[in-house]
């Protein structure tokens, strides 16, 4: 196993990777951590948990007692709002209850939300927090998942499966990178920016201004997308950044891990 490290930090883009909301992600091909930060409480952070954890990836198994009292987990609805889980192990009922409840401290919550590698939530937490996020890797070495977005124009609230990082069009079915590709002319990438609002990157690939530019646009046709973190024209990720996809008709999204 230990001699897989090298292998697995080199097909993972793991190794050190630097952003506003993760930190330093190790992995021995299968088992492996990501430490994601949230350096300011009370922020909302786009996160996901790229990992594989206990029997559901429950939000107690993916947290465990980790978090401060007064964390919110965010779960997109699908539609149009989030489900808001509250972590409290105070026992601010007095019998015993929690430490999960309905965004209250009265109600405790049941089921709990699950946290499954591919799916994307906000964490806000009361004070800075630094949380380890431990499992085995979703993608066996050889394999892919398919992530079917079957509804055109609808917001998918996602991840990678596997835990990659940089140009969203990076690598292929086979592995390599996020493999964001085979998009749909139209389509939104939305990134949130750590305060109160999205950059948004849209893909025309149609030379809509018929000079060459492309296809990556802020928000319109006619002004090139500039990243953020990068200043180049494609949108990178973070491992273990959570983002929006808004596709105008259906898109499967494949992740693969390389077996070498």
Known sequence: MKKTLLIAAAALAAGVISSQAQGPVYSQNIVGYANLACPQGGKSY??????TVGVSNGVNEVFGSA????TKVLTWNGINDYNIALYDNTDPNGDGSGPWFQNDDAT?????????AGKAFFLVPPSPLTNTFVGTIAVNPGTSNVMSLPVGGKSYFVSTVVPYAGAVTNGSALGGGPNLNGLSPGTKLLFWNGLNDYNIALYDNTDPNGDGSGPWFQNDDATLYVDAATGGNVPTITVGQGFFIVPPSAYNWTNGLSAQ
């Open 67 to 70: 978090l401060p009292a007064g």
């Open 108 to 116: 405790v919550l049941s089921p709990l939300p699950t946290l499954s």
């Open 46 to 51: 786009a996160f996901t948990c790229q990992f």
